[in-house]
């Protein structure tokens, strides 16, 4: 790669994405695409990589995975050209994978080809992403200002490497600072996940608003400007999530401390990702104990440590149809903005007490009752045995009400 074109700034700040034409539509997994048409007046500025692979109008995300493999390569600040700034650090970043050569190779490997990619919310800020062809990264050029956070945070690295209860996102590599690469959360590998395990669907929220306006205005405010957060909680209560999910006790544990962690460093304006998967109960590994599945799931660090981020259904409460069990795991994403960068009044007030509201919203996502405990509640310590030549009429809405509790 000898060097990037002069228009790379304007690239890699997004101005030129309003202009291009770009058509919708889902791969296989589920991943959602874009395809984009490049004016051909931006032809004169082709990267030798590029013009190998025979293609006469290079795009922003492959510009970006181009990035990456010049400073894996060993290229300097100056051959990636204008609007990239290293804030003083190395030009590489290996983090986990220091030392680690045929990660690197792999690494090498996949960032070589590279379509854009629509990260939902996040997408509509300054980042720009792409997806390597293989799937397996996802590759972001971050806004400045979380950007040279990264370069001189020197915690994030031993969190991202030896702490096991963080379920915080971690980069896999970076490029002058700006550009990073991590890990394809949709892939059941990166969760920890047997490869049978089937993506369906992912959210992502931030917090719910202040309490004490929550507390003036009802439920109207807290729930208006997200509808990320209404499609997670609805998401929660359609899987009834309670606490004899497997591995929910260690989960809520991990969530609290990331969280912690979180506060710790003044870092807010983050999400909390959940992805669903489906998995059945006939494969896998060991799935047909319930421990056996909780003990083979789990992403490794290194020194043989791993981060448990997936909770399961209950064989009780699976699919019986079908053989198959909800997983879903957790993820908190988008952490690299300082309290101090909101300048703004109203910004900084939108970011106060931001673990705290943090840690009430992941609370309500467990919150629901199990089968058991309903049983329980309802019962009293005594066991319910239908009368016999029951015609199925009932009573009144209690007797309903245990029915369906008992169905469950």
């Known amino acids: 790669l000898g060097w990037v074109p002069s228009s790379f700034a304007e690239v890699l700040r997004g101005k030129d994405q309003k202009d291009d034409k770009r058509k919708g539509k889902r791969d296989d997994k589920g991943q959602r695409r874009t395809t984009e048409t490049v004016d051909s007046s931006e032809s004169v500025g082709l990267s030798s990589r590029t013009a190998a692979r025979g293609s006469a109008e290079p795009r922003c995300a492959q510009r970006l995975c181009d990035v990456v493999t010049l400073v894996i390569e060993g290229g300097t600040l100056q051959q990636a050209g204008a609007g990239i700034h290293d804030f003083g650090q190395p030009a590489r970043a290996e983090f986990c994978m220091a030392a680690d050569r045929p990660a690197l190779s792999a690494l090498k490997a996949s960032v070589a080809q590279c379509t854009p990619f629509d990260a939902g919310e996040a997408s509509r800020s300054e980042a720009v992403f792409a997806i390597t062809s293989d799937d397996k990264h996802i590759v972001k050029k971050m806004k400045a200002q979380e950007a040279e956070y990264v370069a001189n945070a020197t915690w994030l690295t031993d969190t991202w490497c030896h702490d096991p209860g963080s379920l915080l996102l971690p980069l896999e590599y970076a490029a002058f600072s700006q550009v990073g690469v991590m890990r394809n ?22 917090p719910e608003g202040q309490a004490w306006l929550e507390r003036i205005c009802g439920n109207f405010l807290a729930f208006l400007p997200s509808k990320g957060r209404r499609r997670l909680l609805s998401a929660a209560d359609k899987f009834k999530v309670h606490k004899e999910w497997l591995g929910c006790a260690e989960i809520r ?19 909390l990702l959940v992805n669903e998967f489906e998995e059945s109960l006939s494969e896998g590994r060991g799935l047909s104990q319930d421990r056996d599945w909780l003990d083979s799931t789990g992403t490794c660090l290194k020194h043989d440590q791993c981060t448990r981020r997936c909770i399961r259904q209950p064989r009780t409460d699976c699919d019986r149809a079908s053989s198959t069990c909800a997983v879903l795991c957790f993820w908190i994403i988008d952490y690299f903005a300082h309290y101090n960068h909101f300048s703004s009044e109203w910004n900084s007030w939108r970011q106060r007490a931001y673990a705290e509201r943090t840690a009430r919203f992941a609370a309500k996502l467990f919150n629901h009752e199990s089968p058991q405990a309903k049983l329980d509640r309802l019962l009293g310590p005594e066991s319910y045995a239908p009368p016999e030549g029951w015609d199925g009429h009932f009573g009144s809405s209690d007797q309903r009400e245990l029915f369906d509790a008992l169905r469950m």
């Open 185 to 206: 959360l949709d892939l059941p590998e990166t969760n920890g996940l047997s490869e049978g395990a089937k993506f369906q669907r992912k959210w992502d929220a931030k």
């Open 253 to 271: 544990n991990n969530l609290a401390h990331t969280v912690r962690l979180l506060k710790k460093h003044n870092l807010v304006d983050y999400s």
